[in-house]
């Protein structure tokens, strides 16, 4: 009996039900899912950007999700890396990266080794990026804030 065992990659940074989805569809088309967390120094690679919530936490959290089997940290750029170290059967991805330059290279390396990449429909409604822009927005309004009970000054 074989068993197949599915890769989802990405980010899960700001943990939202995009997240949640993917990682749902992808353990309904595969035996044993493994949760690829980029790294903070991959995602600074890939991304351009650091992440809100920390590596070690952001494992923490994918890890205890019911579909994940297993949770890694993705410290390589390179796919084909992660492949040769992991040895999956099927490659899941937001269906953003389907048709660019990115997603059809990433297809071509995987036929090469009998993986299969499958796409999932990308959540619209949140996105880290949305998230991220969101929290940017609120940081110069939250620099000059003031508690309304501010204890630091009083007298007890």
């Known amino acids: 009996m074989t068993r197949t065992v599915?890769?989802?990659?990405?980010?899960?940074?700001?943990?939202?039900?995009?997240?949640?989805?993917?990682?749902?569809?992808?353990?309904?088309?595969?035996?044993?899912?493994?949760?690829?967390?980029?790294?903070?120094?991959?995602?600074?690679?890939?991304?351009?950007?650091?992440?809100v919530v920390p590596l070690a936490e952001r494992l923490?959290?994918?890890r205890h999700i019911a579909f994940v089997d297993e949770a890694i940290a993705e410290v390589a750029e390179d796919k084909m890396d992660t492949w040769r170290t992991l040895r999956f059967d099927v490659y899941f991805k937001g269906d953003d990266w389907k048709g660019t330059e990115r997603g059809r290279l990433l297809e071509r390396q995987f036929a090469e080794v009998g993986v299969d990449v499958v796409y999932f429909p990308y959540t619209v409604s949140t996105s880290s990026t949305a998230l991220r822009l969101a929290l940017k927005a609120l940081a110069p309004n939250a620099a000059g804030h003031r508690p309304v009970h501010d204890y630091s000054n009083s007298e007890r």
């Open 6 to 51: 599915g890769y989802a990659g990405g980010a899960f940074d700001l943990f939202h039900i995009g997240h949640l989805n993917i990682l749902k569809h992808a353990k309904s088309q595969c035996d044993y899912l493994i949760a690829g967390v980029l790294s903070d120094e991959m995602l600074l690679v890939t991304k351009g950007a650091v992440p």
């Open 60 to 62: 923490e959290i994918v």
